[in-house]
């Protein structure tokens, strides 16, 4: 941890509780803290149900934090909303993408950098994702597209907005092998290029050895926090068997 910078993300005592019933409430996120410096790239692991994804949801606001404190970029976002936090830089690229029924990939990319990007500055972006740009550029993002398309494409946009933090949560659902080695490489172009951080919340190994730090979460709390070096070896021979790092399936 680069201890002598301030932190682009401050996540202090967060908590997110959900109500199921009027005598039950489940407690999803219980108390974590952690932070995010610039310019680094952070894994959040965990086993299913352990509260990650409601971490990163909590971070951009789509569910209200139960308590905490979130700091972002020395302003306090703990009472903004999705569309304050993303104004201030914060981009989230969901697990399972939304489709925009009438806007189609050209606008998307466009709304997503701010401005009127060439068709040819479009493309590059499409083409980083491992898309054929000329058969997508004009496609309509609705059903027609198969969910790994979908995927690419949100990844496009977030790689055209270049913010100063960018959430993954788990970017390697439903992408081939192929699309799946890409997408190693567009974070490190994003790193190298952007300058930005990277939150990536996923089970594989490959994406997590590109970290710089990970975050493990259990029942809610922070287990360990640490570099890659000192916590995969770990992770990687202590819950194996449990499936909380997965390696992706090796070419044929």
Same mark, same amino acid.
Request: proline fraction near 3%; charged fraction near 25%.
């Given at each position: 941890?680069?201890?002598?910078?301030?932190?682009?993300?401050?996540?202090?005592? =967060?908590?997110?509780?959900?109500?199921? @019933?009027?005598?039950?409430?489940?407690?999803?996120?219980?108390?974590?803290?952690?932070? %995010?410096?610039?310019?680094?790239?952070?894994?959040?692991?965990?086993?299913?149900?352990?509260?990650?994804?409601? @971490?990163?949801?909590?971070? %951009?606001?789509?569910?209200?934090?139960?308590?905490?404190?979130?700091?972002?970029?020395?302003?306090?976002?703990?009472?903004?909303?999705?569309?304050?936090?993303?104004?201030?830089?914060?981009?989230?690229?969901?697990?399972?993408?939304?489709?925009?029924?009438?806007?189609?990939? /050209?606008? =998307?990319?466009?709304?997503?950098? &701010? &401005?009127? /990007?060439?068709? #040819?500055?479009?493309?590059?972006?499409?083409?980083?994702?491992?898309?054929?740009?000329?058969?997508?550029? *004009?496609?309509?993002? *609705?059903? #027609? /597209?198969?969910?790994?398309?979908?995927?690419? %494409?949100?990844?496009? @946009?977030?790689?055209?907005?270049?913010?100063?933090? #960018?959430?993954?949560?788990?970017?390697?659902?439903?992408?081939?092998?192929?699309?799946?080695? *890409?997408?190693?490489?567009?974070? +490190?172009?994003?790193?190298?290029? %952007?300058?930005?951080?990277?939150?990536?919340?996923?089970?594989?190994?490959?994406? =997590?050895?590109?970290?710089?730090?990970?975050? /493990?979460?259990?029942?809610?709390?922070?287990?360990?926090?640490?570099?890659?070096?000192?916590?995969?070896? +770990?992770?990687?021979?202590?819950?194996?068997?449990?499936?909380?790092?997965?390696?992706?399936?090796?070419?044929?």
């Amino acid at each position: 941890m680069t201890a002598f910078k301030e932190p682009l993300l401050h996540v202090e005592g =967060l908590k997110q509780h959900f109500r199921i @019933t009027r005598h039950y409430t489940t407690k999803a996120v219980d108390g974590i803290s952690f932070d %995010i410096y610039p310019g680094e790239t952070y894994g959040l692991v965990g086993e299913s149900g352990s509260g990650k994804s409601t @971490t990163g949801r909590t971070l %951009i606001r789509l569910y209200e934090p139960t308590a905490g404190k979130i700091i972002f970029d020395g302003t306090d976002i703990t009472d903004m909303d999705i569309t304050d936090r993303a104004k201030l830089g914060i981009s989230f690229a969901f697990q399972q993408p939304v489709r925009f029924k009438g806007i189609y990939v /050209l606008d =998307l990319l466009r709304i997503a950098a &701010k &401005k009127q /990007l060439t068709v #040819s500055e479009a493309c590059e972006y499409l083409s980083a994702v491992g898309l054929c740009a000329k058969d997508y550029i *004009n496609r309509e993002i *609705n059903g #027609s /597209l198969s969910g790994g398309e979908l995927k690419r %494409i949100e990844i496009a @946009t977030v790689m055209a907005r270049g913010t100063k933090l #960018s959430v993954f949560d788990e970017p390697e659902a439903g992408i081939d092998l192929w699309s799946f080695q *890409n997408l190693i490489k567009i974070f +490190e172009q994003m790193r190298s290029n %952007i300058k930005g951080s990277i939150l990536i919340i996923s089970h594989q190994e490959r994406i =997590l050895n590109i970290a710089d730090e990970i975050v /493990l979460i259990a029942d809610g709390k922070i287990k360990n926090h640490g570099s890659k070096d000192e916590l995969l070896p +770990e992770l990687l021979s202590q819950t194996a068997s449990r499936g909380l790092c997965a390696k992706f399936p090796q070419e044929v």
